[in-house]
Nanobody, 125 residues
Framework: QVQLAESGGGLVQPGGSLSVSCAAS????????MGWYRQAPGKERELVAA???????NYADSVKGRFTISRDNAKKTVYLQMNSLKPEDTAVYSC???????????????????WGQGTQVTVSS
């Protein structure tokens, strides 16, 4: 089994910065893409940013230029640095990881999606 432990988040004023991190642990051979999603009240969950093992990243248009995703493969951790935050960034942020649990699973291309429990980010004055 795999666990994703998120940390960070909280309350910040508009224009401020905040960072969140997510560390994976458990039965892990390799991690493919890692990402951050968010869900605001009354809205569907949306992808914020994702990053491949080699470091290539993609972002939602709404956060481009303001958010930066990064990862430390040795620590099995993904980070999201959020700058110039807006009230509309308020949401529960959850991390996601595509995990191969063994060499066999890796060779068979069988990865499993895992989710963190979510952390609240509130942007308000």
């Amino acid at each position: 089994q795999v666990q994703l432990a998120e940390s960070g988040g909280g309350l910040v004023q508009p224009g401020g910065s905040l960072s969140v991190s997510c560390a994976a642990s458990g039965t892990i051979f390799s991690i493919n893409d890692m990402g951050w999603y968010r869900q605001a009240p009354g809205k569907e969950r949306e992808l914020v940013a994702a990053i491949a093992p080699g470091g290539s990243a993609n972002y939602a248009d709404s956060v481009k230029g303001r958010f930066t995703i990064s990862r430390d493969n040795a620590k099995k951790t993904v980070y999201l640095q959020m700058n110039s935050l807006k009230p509309e960034d308020t949401a529960v942020y959850s991390c996601n990881a595509e995990v191969y649990s063994s060499l066999l699973e890796f060779r068979m291309g069988r990865k499993v999606n895992y989710w963190g429990q979510g952390t609240q980010v509130t942007v308000s004055s």
